[in-house]
Structures are given as C-alpha cells and as structure tokens.
T-cell receptor
C-alpha cells in the first residue's frame, strides 16, 4: 500500500537527541492525524490537522511538536524524549475532519528511546 | 469525553467457528463506528464500519451490529480462517469528530 507512507520505519534515539518523523499521504485528503500506539494500550490520538490548521492537541507534552506544511505532509518533531515515549507512532489521513470520514493509516514508525 | 470499552481482550477459536467482539461507548452523540484489523507488524486497516442510521451491516463473512439505545456495537466473523488472526480495534467518533479506540482484541484462529 502506498496511500499513506511514513519514514523512518524504525528509529532509536537517546533522550538528548532531536529527530523528526515524516508522514506523506497520496490520497488527496485534507485531514491528517498523529496517533501513539503503546503495548497493551488503546490507540491514543495526539494531534489533528485539517486543511493545514491544527484542530486538536490531545494534551500532548511539548517535547512532541507537530508541523503540517501542506495537506499532504505531516511531521512530528521530537526532542528530549523519555523512555516511556517508546511506542509505534502512526499517521493517518481522511478526506476531511468530517463526522464519518474513514481514516487511513500509514505503516508507523517504531520509536525506541534509550 | 468518549470512552470505548472492548471485550474480550483475547479470543481463541477453532478454524470454521464464529468470533464475536463487543464494544460499548459512552457518548450518545457518536454516530460512526469503524472496525480496524491490525496484523502483526502492519498498519491498522479498516474492515467494516457502521453509521448510526442502520442497525446492521454485512460484508461477506464480516458483520457489524449496532444498538444505539444500549450504546454497544459488535463485530461478527463467521467461518473463521487462520488469516483472520490479528488484533481488532473498535472505535467511536466523539463530539469533536475524532475517533476514540477500544483496547483491542487479539483473535487467534487455530487450524
């Protein structure tokens, strides 16, 4: 599947590093999402962008900083992370932030914070 | 905010048997309920969804039922096959038009 792509697929970083996760969607969608998937926990919504504007920040710590330069690209900038931030980070997109718009997920970035 | 509970957390069935996964939600304004399947190491993929104007929807061996009064919805898989083995997530949209996911059900289909 190439509808929603994410890079890198795996990332190992130290607590003092700065890194960025990238998401790109080729579906012509207007809404993009970041989710965190930890072991034995439900998928947690982090951020939502609709038409490049951030419409939701789900009480995410400031060490996670999203950026959406256009409707096709979404970044998650990481700095001074903690080991408990290790998780699978999933990007998704939907046509709009509509009431019943289907969300399509990317393959995720497996992040390990040492 | 919305709260979605999913049961069971693990489910083991024999190939050919049926599997049922149940979810409850708290926000009576929710009107969209998708189900995602996530195979090991892969992305969640939508397998079926239901909107609140219908009570049941079927797609081959998969069906979803919705009871808005009781605020619960269920996924039914008939004639299970080994390739149905995966983690299944239910979700409900909340008043802010975003999805809240259940905790997931690990389905194992034994050949």
């Amino acid at each position: 599947e190439t509808g929603v792509t994410q890079t890198p697929r795996h990332l190992v970083m130290g607590m003092t590093n700065k890194k960025s996760l990238k998401c790109e969607q080729h579906l012509g969608h207007n809404a993009m999402y970041w989710y965190k998937q930890s072991a034995k926990k439900p998928l947690e919504l982090m951020f939502v962008y609709n038409f490049k504007e951030q419409t939701e920040n789900n009480s995410v710590p400031s060490r996670f900083s999203p950026e959406c330069p256009n409707s096709s690209h979404l970044f998650l900038h990481l700095h001074t992370l903690q080991p408990e931030d290790s998780a699978l980070y999933l990007c998704a997109s939907s046509q709009d932030q509509g009431f019943t718009d289907t969300q399509y997920f990317g393959p995720g970035t497996r992040l390990t914070v040492l | 905010g919305e709260n979605v509970e999913q049961h069971p957390s693990t489910l083991s069935v024999q190939e050919g048997d049926s599997a049922v996964i149940k979810c409850t939600y708290s926000d009576s304004a929710s009107n969209y309920f998708p189900w995602y399947k996530q195979e090991l190491g892969k992305r969640p993929q939508l397998i079926i969804d239901i909107r609140s104007n219908v009570g049941e929807k079927k797609d081959q061996r998969i069906a979803v039922t919705l009871n808005k009064t009781a605020k619960h919805f269920s996924l039914h898989i008939t004639e299970t096959q080994p390739e149905d083995s995966a983690v299944y997530f239910c979700a409900a949209n909340n008043a802010g038009n975003m999805l809240t996911f259940g905790g997931g059900t690990r389905l194992m289909v034994k050949p």
